[in-house]
């Protein structure tokens, strides 16, 4: 059975919830994260770099219809995608990178802990969105 | 400015916890973990479902040529192993974000979430290293015609 002692915030002011072990831990993941970070930026831009040349050089080619609007569309979620995971990842290595300097205290452990929450869940809602992208594509028969 | 007590030292070797010592999670920390420790266990769902998908695709082996058949299984037990992995450290990050998220004040659910962080991130570090590797090496091949030298 867990002991349940939750604090207020108010309470907890200058204590931490990770000790230096896990610190150590998160700092050694920030490397792996900022690199992660930085990848969904520069191929966010790439698509969108390339999105927007296929718009441009492939316009008169574009002839209308659900296939195309489909297709912009997962385009579109697809960027968005890379750059909002993108930006949730670039939180947590700032949060986890931050440890290296003055070691763990309240607001690097709440900026941790906000920072995971965002990168799990744009992970997960992002999977979902994919999935049922797949899901619509496969009941309406598009080819890629 | 925060005050020297107010931090703990990642360098001070005695600041390390012991695995029972109390922790001071706040109840936003906790519901933040929750929400968390919730999407990784849907992420760990979908990473036992592909596992089982890369299963049930093993059932063309039979069709398949000799080399052919080998090169299928070679990459499908790297696919096993690769989603079992991941599937393993999300349910790891599950657990003791919903522990921390319950209430739990042992240091050791912090240290396995933690752990687990680390692990996943690390994974998915060395993987996309390796993805990226596959791919330059395959446009240098296709692209500037190193299949004409070698």
Redesign the interface.
């Known amino acids: 059975m867990?002991?349940?002692?939750?604090?207020?915030?108010g309470?907890?002011s200058?204590?931490?919830?990770?000790?230096?072990?896990?610190?150590?831990?998160?700092?050694?993941?920030s490397g792996?994260?900022n690199?992660?970070g930085i990848?969904l930026y520069v191929l966010g831009g790439l698509f969108s770099l390339g999105f927007l040349i296929a718009i441009v050089f492939g316009a008169s080619n574009i002839r209308g219809g659900g296939e195309v609007f489909f297709v912009f569309f997962l385009f579109m979620v697809i960027i968005a995608g890379m750059f909002i995971m993108g930006n949730q990842f670039m939180r947590l290595a700032n949060a986890t990178k931050s440890?290296?300097i003055?070691?763990?205290?309240?607001?690097k452990?709440?900026q941790i802990?906000?920072a995971?929450?965002g990168?799990?869940?744009t992970?997960?809602v992002f999977?979902?969105i994919s999935?049922m992208m797949l899901v619509l594509a496969l009941l309406f028969n598009i080819n890629f | 400015m925060l005050e020297p007590e107010d931090q703990y030292s990642v360098q001070n070797p005695g600041g390390f916890y012991d695995a029972n010592e109390p922790t001071n999670f706040t109840a936003s920390n906790r519901s933040d973990l929750s929400t968390a420790g919730g999407w990784a266990l849907f992420l760990a769902i979908l990473s036992i479902l592909s596992l089982l998908f890369s299963v049930a695709s093993l059932s063309v082996l039979p069709r398949l040529s000799g080399e052919e058949a080998l090169f299928t299984l070679l990459f499908t037990l790297i696919g096993l192993g690769i989603n079992g992995a991941v599937a393993y450290w999300y349910f790891v990050f599950y657990n003791s974000a919903r522990a921390i998220g319950l209430g739990s004040e042992q240091a050791k659910d912090a240290q396995r979430l933690s752990s687990s962080v680390l692990a996943t991130f690390r994974l998915f570090g060395i993987l996309t290293v390796i993805f990226l590797l596959f791919y330059l090496s395959a446009l240098a091949f296709t692209v500037v015609g190193l299949n004409r030298i070698f």
Do not use: M, Y
């Open positions: 867990l002991e349940t002692n939750i604090l207020d915030d309470q907890a200058a204590q931490s919830g990770f000790d230096p072990l896990s610190a150590s831990r998160f700092i050694k993941a792996w994260i690199f992660l990848l440890l290296r003055g070691g763990v205290n309240r607001v452990t709440d802990c906000s995971l929450k990168v799990f869940t992970f997960g999977s979902l999935i």
